[in-house]
């Protein structure tokens, strides 16, 4: 019984070594790049008629705007256009090229244009017009094309079709199927010789599954050829019956074949019809601490989530940022919680743009709140036993390019999920490194029977929270470096603040969120290195003084704001509109790999899991002479984020503890360095002019 699999086998082999192509086949080959600088290497080749793969991509990344460059101009040159890379970025402009490091890359050319009207690609800095590389386009290339068979030969079962389409090397695309199903052990079949035979191999269907042939009711499908196998090593594709040996019918693949190489550029939208029976859909994350159903109705998905949380605390799950990894940034997600305050359940649409909270323009942001809708609506939440249980539903298409991702009703998707607390506005904030998936986990959301959940969530146990460090002190210091650091997990920020973090915080004399005490009438300096960039919210912290233990004076309305006072770092325009005055380059306290917090018994331990790491530019500086009216307590916050800073303590002049706690670390030393840093540097940026 195993001779005629084996033989069919060793038939393929036979065939491949015939084939038009040697292997790897890349398709039509352009050239290398010509290298002029930042490292760009990589060897081109023409896939079809709009796309291009480059074999081993080097670049260094450190080119302030550059892109891939197409045009047709006598050699590179500002006429010319972008072909976005990544092509499924999220935003209204393409990203600007990170460092790549022998990456083979898949480019579509953009706007309907074909290689033929292209004389060379670059990677080409905007900003400065220079090119860093290039490779020009031999005239008249030949490049591969996807090939147009027959219809399927009408046999049996009803089996037909409309023209059969070669995609690339291993696709085939098959529109208008029609096939009763009631073959009892059918298969997508492909082997060698003038016809269909019992020598073949089966051939996945359109969702990946070898299951017999279900019937189809003029649908359009792609499949491919499994393993290694390619369109040069067979000579037909068929639906056979191998219980019965029976061919329903089959169509020839030519010999003289130049179709692209299949490397994943293929992507082809198939109709299929679903089971129209109820769907037992659920998948267990975050350590079974999440249970989500789902199931699909018309043009809505309904999902509920349950999940094993505090009351304060929201659950969010929905599309990841990334095609194929567990990515915030571009996520499109829906947070649902108790609202303790109206004593409602919510579920809400929350578009991210960045890992920062949102400011009203971007970051972690309800698509409310930047100019788009809540496309979720709720259906029913209920919270029982320390577990809350929302359901709710949103349409599969939306029609919002920016702030939703569309479901798609067939095929698996990349999905994210986590839990935290809320901030002040009822809004999503940070939640730790356990609290969010880290994993590529995907979903069919048009599955049926998908039911994985195992555990019971009213009978998980919660587990006692890691002991938090001491809070750090700083007394008798005049100088003050202000720079960003991780919030510690559950042994720092939110441990010694009792407020949600943002999973970043001020880090003063490279102590976290330490208490200042500070006299009235005495002046200090605090050299910020928060960032200055404010087109990148989640590396732009100006830094102020205020009465107001939350923060983020530039995010709040005109109202809010007037229930704060600041004392210094924020100034007025002329139109009276207030705006940051200490910033300057960001530095951070960043993992050398994962988070240590859980780890490390002390901050110590745990500043050692850290590096420091600064952009090119000078520090901001912020002079500040405290009032003798001021209260006492202030804190030194960030203008364009919540709960960052922490405390500041005023006392009377003469009035700082002679015998004062000494904080954890050499704080002389550093406010010593701070100063020669300012020497050297001669810094003349006491207020700096309004940067937006």
Not at 367 to 384: A, F, M, P, Q
Not at 386 to 393: A, D, E, L
Not at 419 to 434: C, D, Y
Request: hydrophobic share 35%.
């Amino acid at each position: 019984m195993m001779l005629q699999p084996l033989l069919a086998i060793l038939l393929f082999v036979c065939a491949g070594l015939g084939g038009r192509h040697p292997e790897p086949y890349y398709g039509r080959l352009i050239g290398p790049f010509i290298t002029y600088a930042h490292g760009i290497k990589g060897t081109v080749y023409a896939v079809d008629e709009s796309t291009i793969f480059i074999k081993g991509f080097t670049y260094d990344g450190t080119g302030p705007d550059a892109f891939f460059w197409i045009g047709n101009s006598l050699r590179p040159s500002p006429e010319g256009v972008i072909i976005p890379y990544p092509d499924d970025f999220v935003g209204r402009e393409p990203p600007v090229l990170r460092a790549y490091n022998n990456t083979d890359i898949i480019l579509r050319l953009p706007m309907g244009k074909r290689i033929r009207d292209i004389r060379w690609l670059s990677v080409w800095c905007r900003r400065f017009t220079v090119d860093f590389g290039e490779v020009f386009i031999p005239p008249n290339l030949e490049v591969p094309k996807p090939r147009v068979l027959p219809e399927f030969k009408r046999l049996a079962h009803g089996l037909r079709s409309d023209n059969i389409s070669i995609l690339d090397a291993k696709t085939f695309y098959i529109p208008n199927l029609h096939y009763d199903g009631a073959g009892p052990d059918a298969y997508f079949w492909v082997g060698n010789g003038s016809e269909p035979s019992a020598f073949g191999i089966k051939v996945p269907n359109e969702m990946g599954s070898l299951d017999p042939l279900r019937g189809y009711q003029g649908e359009d499908i792609e499949i491919q050829l499994p393993g290694s196998l390619t369109v040069y090593d067979i000579d037909w594709l068929a639906v056979w019956c191998v219980q019965y040996r029976h061919n329903f019918g089959h169509v020839l693949i030519p010999k003289d074949l130049d179709v692209p190489p299949a490397l994943g550029q293929t992507k082809i939208s198939t109709s299929t019809s679903k089971p129209t029976s109820p769907a037992t859909n659920c998948r267990e994350f975050l350590d079974k601490r999440l249970q989500v159903r789902w199931e699909l109705k018309g043009d809505q998905v309904e999902i509920t989530l349950a999940a094993k949380i505090r009351e304060d605390q929201y659950v969010a799950f929905g599309l990841s940022g990334a095609p194929d990894n567990s990515q915030m940034v571009g996520g499109d997600v829906t947070v649902a919680f108790y609202d303790t305050t109206s004593r409602t359940f919510k579920a809400v649409d929350y578009y991210m743009s960045h890992t920062a909270q949102c400011d009203g323009k971007s970051g972690v942001c309800p698509d409310e709140r930047i100019g788009g809708r809540n496309d979720v609506t709720l259906i029913s939440g209920d919270r029982k036993d320390g577990v809350t249980i929302i359901t709710y539903s949103r349409p599969l298409q939306t029609n919002e390019a920016v702030n939703d991702r569309s479901i798609p009703s067939q095929g698996e998707v990349s999905v994210i999920a986590a839990f935290g607390p809320l901030n002040s506005r009822k809004e999503a904030n940070a939640h730790s490194i356990r609290d969010k998936t880290k994993d590529n986990n995907k979903i069919d959301f048009g599955a049926f029977d998908d039911n994985q959940c195992t555990g019971n969530l009213y009978e998980l146990v919660d587990e006692a929270g890691p002991k938090p460090w001491p809070p750090a002190k700083i007394i008798g210091e005049n100088t003050f470096t202000a720079k960003i650091g991780p919030t510690g997990g559950k042994r720092g920020y939110t441990a010694l603040t009792k407020h949600p973090s943002w999973g970043i915080a001020w880090y003063i004399n490279d102590l976290l969120i330490p208490e200042i005490t500070v006299e009235r009438g005495q002046s200090y300096t605090f050299i910020v290195e928060g960032g200055s960039d404010n087109s990148n919210p989640a590396r732009y912290h100006p830094f102020y003084i205020t009465d107001s233990s939350e923060g983020g004076f530039g995010q709040k309305t005109e109202e809010q704001q007037k229930e704060q006072k600041v004392f210094a770092g924020v100034e007025y325009d002329r139109d009276h509109y207030p705006y940051p005055t200490a910033y300057g380059r960001y530095c951070e306290w960043a993992h050398k790999n994962v988070d240590k917090a859980l780890e490390s018994e002390t901050f110590e331990e745990y500043m050692k899991t850290l590096r420091l790491e600064c952009d090119q530019g000078e520090p901001g500086v912020l002079n500040w002479t405290v009032p003798m009216e001021a209260p006492d307590l202030l804190y030194y916050q960030c203008y364009t984020h919540n709960n960052l800073g922490w405390k500041i303590h005023v006392v009377n002049p003469g009035a700082l503890p002679s015998n004062g706690e000494a904080p954890s670390r050499s704080v002389s030393i550093i406010a010593v360095a701070a100063i020669c840093l300012l020497t050297v540097s001669a810094l003349t940026i006491h207020t700096r002019g309004r940067i937006f």
